[in-house]
């Protein structure tokens, strides 16, 4: 790397490390507040435990008999601030949990759904209550022991485009943000900052300073930590893999279940993609490099089984379409069971040499206030003053009206007759008040280019490549859409066939 000058280096108030969910939430909500902000993340955005999870935003109903109940409240609390921020990507859900007396006693569940439903307000969300299965709808794909139940409400997101919404958001305050971009070093520059160095995709290396530095690696944070930054942090990390599969669909109604598991755990069975039923997950300690989680034969048979003693329609590992692993970066503590480790968060700030902040563990659902939190922390390293402000700040596309999506979906196909219904729902899901920005002036499929794949089209790609950093097919199919399920299998080579002509062009 040619050697520059120091005050010919790009100068930036916060270097966030980590392309995650919390790193894009903290990205963006510094630059709202003013701070001039780089993130930089060594894969694709969300490419890890982002877009592995089970897609809830939920206070978490199982953390209640671990007595979590501050995490509990503060993600509750979140629910209903994340699901107006973005009604395209988020919506609520209705959970039926089947009522198993040899692992818990009916006043339990009631205790805890009480405790649910009252220790933050919800303002729209409806009440836990018990159901009589022989005349619920949910009740007809459950074998006949189950006739009572009870339900509740909990939210469903697009969790690896919530990352993209938010890199988006940050950089529309000014960010800069660098997908593939590894952080291989940080060292104190003298001045009381940061010299960070970074390395793209194609080996070529900078270095900026940075007033503060934020590592949000997730499953890499601890590694970050012991890697040549000054000071030992107080917190550890227990990585656990959490696995799950995908089915053809075992239910044809908009409810979610929620089994409990033989283990004590809980097994998710939800809604996916219209045409699938999403199963999850395991908690398995996980040993070895996070990118190289995968799911193994003994947790595809574990959510077979479970499964299978509740629904009459019997699963096998043949039945998986589908699977995907993710690792947990979880607070170390004192548990044997990974079940039971906590879901909260911590943030360690050191400010010698400079200022670093650390995050450890935490969930989807919290993300916006420890971002709130990590920010208000580094405002007052920095010696700065700006006001939190993401709680009622839509993220980019979720300025619906009345945050109705099914409204604004009826208005896209009147404005658009001529293109087929499947596809604007597709795409307002996924880009909600900004669809006009993919879809242009087309007024039939002809309009939106090469159809590259079915319902897959160029001016997509374009947008997709242009707009939200996506570079491979795997970027396409499973991040920023789930398009994997539906297409056919030779579709990511196509569309590798496309981006390299398209390069090529370029």
């Known amino acids: 790397m040619t050697t520059m000058d120091e ?8 270097v966030v490390v980590g392309g995650g969910i919390n790193g894009a939430g903290i990205a963006r909500d510094a630059a709202g507040r003013g701070l001039k902000v780089l993130l930089c993340e060594q894969h694709d955005l969300a490419a890890h435990t982002s877009s592995s999870s089970t897609k809830l935003i939920h206070g978490g109903l199982r953390y209640l008999e671990f007595m979590e109940f501050n ?13 107006a921020a973005a009604p395209h990507i988020m919506y609520p859900m209705r959970f039926v949990m089947p009522h198993e007396s040899s692992l818990r006693p009916a006043w339990m569940i009631r205790i805890g759904l009480f405790l649910y439903d009252h220790l933050a307000r919800r303002r729209s969300l409806p009440a836990s209550s018990q159901i009589d299965l022989r005349r619920h709808a949910a009740g007809s794909a459950l074998q006949e022991q189950f006739r009572k139940a009870f339900e509740y409400s909990d939210g469903w997101v697009d969790d690896a485009r919530l990352v993209v919404l938010n890199a988006l958001g940050a950089q529309e305050l000014g ?6 971009t590894r952080c291989r070093s940080i060292s104190a520059d003298g ?10 995709c194609n080996g070529a290396t900078t270095s900026v300073q940075a007033r503060a530095v934020v590592n949000a690696a997730g499953p890499w944070a601890a590694l970050f930590n012991s890697s040549g ?3 030992a942090a107080r917190h550890g990390l227990r990585l656990v893999k959490g696995s799950h599969i995908v089915v053809p669909k075992l239910f044809d109604h908009p409810y979610a279940y929620i089994f409990q598991a033989t283990d004590r755990r809980v097994i998710f069975a939800i809604p996916y993609e219209e045409n699938f039923t999403l199963i999850g997950t395991t908690d398995v300690e996980h040993h070895g490099s996070p990118a190289e989680a995968k799911i193994s034969p003994e947790e595809t048979r574990y959510l077979c089984d479970e499964v299978n003693r509740y629904f009459r329609k019997a699963i096998t590992p043949n039945d998986v379409v589908h699977s995907y692993s993710g690792v947990r970066p979880l ?3 004192e548990s044997t069971d990974a079940r039971a480790v906590s879901r909260d968060y911590a943030l360690e700030l050191t400010t010698t040499p400079a200022p670093l902040l650390s995050v450890f563990g935490g969930k989807i659902t919290t993300f916006r206030v420890l971002a709130e939190e990590a920010v208000n922390r580094l405002c007052a390293a920095l010696n700065v003053r700006h ?10 596309g979720g300025d619906l009206h009345n945050d109705d999506f099914d409204a604004f979906l009826a208005q896209l196909i009147a404005q658009h007759p001529r293109l087929p219904a499947p596809l604007l729902k597709r795409l307002a899901r996924a880009y909600g008040s900004r669809v006009a920005r993919v879809l242009g002036d087309a007024q039939t499929t002809a309009d939106l280019g090469e159809e590259v794949c079915p319902g897959l089209f160029a001016r997509e790609l374009n947008y997709l490549i242009s707009v939200e950093w996506a570079q491979t097919a795997e970027d396409i199919l499973w991040r920023r859409s789930k398009l994997g399920l539906h297409l056919p299998a030779d579709s990511a080579t196509k569309i590798a066939h496309w981006l390299e002509l398209h390069r090529r062009a370029a």
Do not use: H, Y
């Open 175 to 180: 960010a800069d943000i660098r997908p593939r």
């Open 191 to 200: 001045q009381g900052g940061w010299l960070v160095t970074l390395e793209s």
């Open 229 to 231: 930054v000054p000071g």
């Open 331 to 333: 607070l170390e503590d």
């Open 387 to 396: 006001d939190p402000w993401t709680a009622a700040a839509p993220l980019p």
């Open 71 to 83: 995490l509990v409240r503060k993600a509750l609390a979140e629910r209903e601030v994340l699901l």
């Open 7 to 14: 005050s010919e280096l790009k100068a930036f108030d916060v």
